[in-house]
């Protein structure tokens, strides 16, 4: 069971546009940055978004990142075939000491 | 180009040791926190432990504690996790992770392929 809550999938048409929630609590999400990484079948995973909505260069402004009390999404406009992946929501629980991520969420493009 | 390059992976019995690498190179290594990441096989990421630029900072996962050991050779652009007591859960692609700043921010901006460690007698 992870600490943050994640949909185990969602889905959309190509050049439609997803949101990717990620439930935490005040210990995490509430209180600390968070952030998202893209895992392609058979890779590494990518940072997306860190402090909540920031963009690493070489991200499209496709990829967005907001963050609301305890809760964070993550969203996708432009759908393209190759953003099938996993999603992962991560931050830090000052509670536990330790970086946590969510469960991921499988995204299908139809 | 960063790479992240990880070896020391492999079959090992329960109870037994494991010592893991990570060879750095296309920044300055002694700049960044730098930690590893697990992922058992169809599953989501596990953080394992992270060590800061100049090894003042190291925290470890519940689940490793006192168990592992995280340590970095900042000579030799280098990263390493000493697993000692193995368990089958420890069974997962280890991958090694650059962090955007020296003291750890847990953003992990560039990712090594990972290295598999299967715990199984």
């Known amino acids: 069971q992870s600490v943050l809550t994640q949909p185990p999938s969602v889905s959309a048409a190509p050049g439609q546009k997803v949101t990717i929630s990620c439930s935490g609590s005040?210990?995490?999400?509430?209180?600390?940055?968070v952030s998202w990484y893209q895992q392609l079948p058979g890779t590494a995973p990518k940072l997306l978004i860190y402090?909540?909505?920031k963009r690493p260069s070489g991200i499209p402004d496709r990829f967005s990142g907001s963050q609301s009390g305890t809760s964070a999404t993550l969203g996708i406009t432009g759908l393209q075939t190759g953003d099938e992946a996993d999603y992962y929501c991560?931050?830090?629980?000052?509670?536990?000491?330790?970086?946590?991520f969510g469960g991921g969420t499988k995204l299908t493009v139809l | 180009e960063v790479q992240l390059v990880e070896s020391g992976g492999g079959l090992v019995q329960p109870g037994r040791s494991l010592r893991l690498s990570c060879a750095a190179s296309?920044?300055?290594?002694?700049?960044?926190?730098m930690h590893w990441v697990r992922q058992a096989p169809g599953k989501g990421l596990e953080w394992v432990s992270g060590?800061?630029?100049?090894?003042?900072?190291?925290a470890y996962a519940d689940s490793v504690k006192g168990r592992f050991t995280i340590s970095r050779d900042n000579a030799k652009n280098s990263l390493y996790l000493q697993m000692n007591s193995l368990r089958a859960e420890d069974t997962a692609l280890y991958y090694c992770?650059?962090?955007?700043?020296?003291?750890?921010?847990?953003?992990?901006?560039?990712w090594g392929q990972g290295t598999l460690v299967t715990v199984s007698s």
């Open positions: 992770a650059k962090d955007l700043s020296g003291s750890p921010d847990y953003y992990f901006d560039y």
């Open positions: 296309g920044f300055t290594f002694d700049d960044y926190a």
């Open positions: 060590i800061s630029w100049n090894s003042g900072s190291i």
């Open positions: 005040s210990s995490n999400i509430g209180n600390n940055y």
């Open positions: 402090d909540n909505n």
């Open positions: 991560g931050t830090w629980d000052s509670s536990l000491s330790v970086e946590v």
